[in-house]
């Protein structure tokens, strides 16, 4: 492995800061799938369609090549053996209640995906899984950061990037596309109403049960917890 990518403790600090936005919604994000089962099924789409154009702005701002992260333009991703911290079982169990938290819903017509070029009739896709599909790649690097492993972060950020560009960040548009036609869809207004009614007047919104988390890591990240 090349010398550059040794990257010490100091730099690293000073790189991790220069990610912290992405790490904001990243986290956001991933805190929102794993709190999944505690919330309603409208409560939840609302705060993703507010969450997910974030989260594809500040991933158009990672990193997208070597000479962007102080690595030499001959350095593969190959060349280093990145952390998977998301397991299967854990992929598994957030699809699983997104499934389980969208019902009929979880299922849609995709006319757009990469499988199209293969076909001319709309395919069956998941809700739950296109939110996994974007799940995984983020947690691996967010946990790679919160490791400070300093000589695969580089690597992480850049393959983050280059899923998000190949897979995930179209997973994320269609995710909006079915998440927009939960919240207005005619045909669950009154399902939509219900589950106001049933919100207790004093439950605290997803944004501030989620902001302890942000902060507690964030303040990780900085102190080299």
């Known amino acids: 492995m090349s010398d550059s990518a040794d990257i010490s403790s100091a730099k690293g600090i000073a790189y991790l800061e220069g990610l912290k936005e992405f790490f904001i919604a990243g986290l956001s994000f991933r805190e929102a799938l794993c709190g999944a089962p505690q919330v309603e099924k409208y409560s939840f789409s609302r705060f993703l369609l507010h969450l997910l154009p ?7 701002g990672l990193p997208a090549c070597n000479k962007d992260v102080g690595l030499p333009e001959e350095e593969e991703e190959t060349d280093i053996l990145l ?3 998301v397991s299967e079982e854990e992929y598994t169990m957030i699809e699983n209640s997104l499934e389980r938290l969208f019902g009929n819903d979880d299922y849609f017509l995709e006319a757009h995906g990469e499988e199209m070029q293969f076909t001319d009739a709309p395919i069956t896709s998941r809700l739950s899984e296109y939110l996994t599909d974007i799940y995984q ?15 695969a972060l580089p690597y992480a950020v850049l393959r983050c990037r280059k899923y998000f560009e190949e897979h995930w960040g179209d997973c994320l548009l269609a995710a ?30 997803i944004e501030a049960l989620l902001q302890a988390r942000i902060d507690e890591f964030m303040k990780g990240l900085e102190n080299g917890d």
Do not use: G, W
Not at 54 to 60: D, E, R, S
Not at 137 to 151: F, H, Q, W
Not at 176 to 195: A, G, W
């Open 83 to 85: 952390p998977e911290f």
């Open 176 to 205: 909006m596309r079915v998440l927009h036609s939960i919240l207005f869809n005619s045909s669950q207004e009154d399902d939509i109403e219900e589950e106001h009614v049933a919100l207790h007047e004093n439950e605290e919104p």
């Open 137 to 151: 790649p983020v947690s691996n690097l967010i946990l790679t950061a919160k490791s400070r492993d300093y000589i």
């Open 54 to 60: 974030l989260l594809y702005q500040k991933a158009l």
